[in-house]
């Protein structure tokens, strides 16, 4: 069977990290998500999956390649051009998408599956497309039921008592809301859809192909199941993504390394005395990454591969990506660390270097840095230190 992940995106929402890594490949304890979904594709049969690609195109296709390796085909259906050498993305949206896929060869040509490329999902697919079947849809819309309050954080969608879409709603306010059933991104089509997608232009699904069906009044449905959803679309999103892996939430999605400890899980060959540090799961410390006597490590926490953290240093509540060195005596909090960037759960942004802060944070392949002549309370607070913790 045959399924099309949408990855072409720029995620501006998930900046700094997508400035140099595309959403789909963002690391969920080491593992892009987009593999995830390609592991359940597999699962259920879907065997046969196209990728439209865009921004750092390559870096998906250099990892992913044809599939083989994760037991299924892959293409790739780049939206863009290029210039002077260098790859420029220009998406067509996720339903312009799908159209150039089908007008360069008829690909879809049976029952089909879109996934957006930013979410982890543990879902049976092969149920929601027998219900898809039954119902003679021409086009099914996954949905998941929220607690009310959460409505205006995302797409909702409005049925009527036989489960045909007869309205959206953008972030409607919680008195504004008609339902609190929201769109996923999870989308099951039959190949006449196409047919109302026109070509070679920007086209979204949501924004533009879904307000048609309902106009055409077309057998359009929604179907509502319970499954884990972890959407990534925002630095929060994110972060809440790494916490419900690291807290066992999410069913198909498991912490790797060894079990070293109680909840403390471990990459290869990390270098600790951990009778001298202070670590409380859940935690995941990548491979080749050295944590020194004194430190102090409070889940939930990742520390990537090849990072330092240096005697006395706290990581509370933080993800930390892979080649950092947190200075000695650092109390980090709350944070997320991203190569020259300090990242806070709310998605605010420090330019470690533009801030001065590369003698605190910097990257581990380098010599040790040198520490600053005098304490910098401002730039302490910043980073959530508590009482002259001494860098």
Not at 75 to 87: A, K
Not at 163 to 170: C, G, L, M, P, W
Not at 172 to 194: C, D, H, K, R
Request: proline share 6%.
């Amino acid at each position: 069977m045959k399924a099309m992940i949408l990855a072409a995106g720029k995620g501006t929402r998930v900046r700094p990290i997508t400035y140099t890594i595309p959403k789909p490949m963002i690391p969920i304890l080491q593992k892009p998500v987009m593999e995830f979904l390609v592991e359940l594709l597999r699962q259920h049969g879907f065997d046969r999956i196209m990728v439209n690609v865009s921004h750092l195109a390559d870096e998906i296709e250099n990892y992913f390649r044809d599939g083989q390796r994760f037991g299924v085909e892959i293409g790739y259906s780049f939206e863009g051009r290029i210039s002077d050498g260098e790859l420029i993305g220009e998406a067509l949206g996720s339903a312009g998408g799908m159209k150039r896929i089908q007008d360069f060869s008829p690909f879809f040509d049976d029952t089909f599956i879109v996934l957006c490329g930013d979410a982890l999902i543990d879902l049976d697919l092969s149920a929601a497309v027998k219900w898809h079947k039954e119902k003679g849809s021409i086009a099914t819309v996954i949905m998941k039921s929220v607690p009310k309050e959460e409505v205006p954080s995302y797409g909702v969608v409005v049925t009527d008592q036989n489960d045909r879409i007869k309205a959206f709603q953008e972030k409607p306010s919680v008195e504004e809301a008609l339902s609190t059933n929201i769109n996923t991104g999870i989308y099951i089509f039959e190949p006449e859809v196409l047919e109302y997608v026109p070509s070679g232009r920007e086209y979204d699904i949501g924004g533009d192909l879904f307000p048609q069906l309902v106009e055409m009044d077309a057998p359009f449905y929604g179907l509502t199941m319970d499954f884990q959803w972890v959407d990534i679309g925002r630095v929060p999103d994110y972060w809440r993504a790494i916490r419900s892996v690291l807290l066992g939430q999410v069913k198909n999605v498991a912490v790797p390394g060894k079990e070293v400890a109680p909840n403390v899980h471990a990459g290869l060959n990390v270098a600790v005395n951990w009778d001298k540090v202070d670590i409380q799961g859940p935690v995941y410390i990548g491979a080749m990454t050295r944590i020194e006597d004194g430190a102090k490590i409070i889940g939930p926490a990742m520390i990537g591969p090849n990072c330092c953290i240096c005697g006395n240093a706290t990581v509370d509540n933080s993800v930390i990506f892979e080649y950092s060195r947190l200075g000695p005596g650092v109390r980090l909090v709350d944070k997320l660390v991203f190569g020259r960037y300090c990242v806070d759960k709310t998605g605010n942004t420090i330019d470690v270097q533009a801030a001065a802060l590369d003698w605190l944070i910097t990257d581990a392949r380098q010599s040790l840095p040198m520490e600053p002549p005098t304490e910098h309370q401002a730039i302490q607070d910043l980073l959530g230190a508590q009482e002259n913790s001494r860098v």
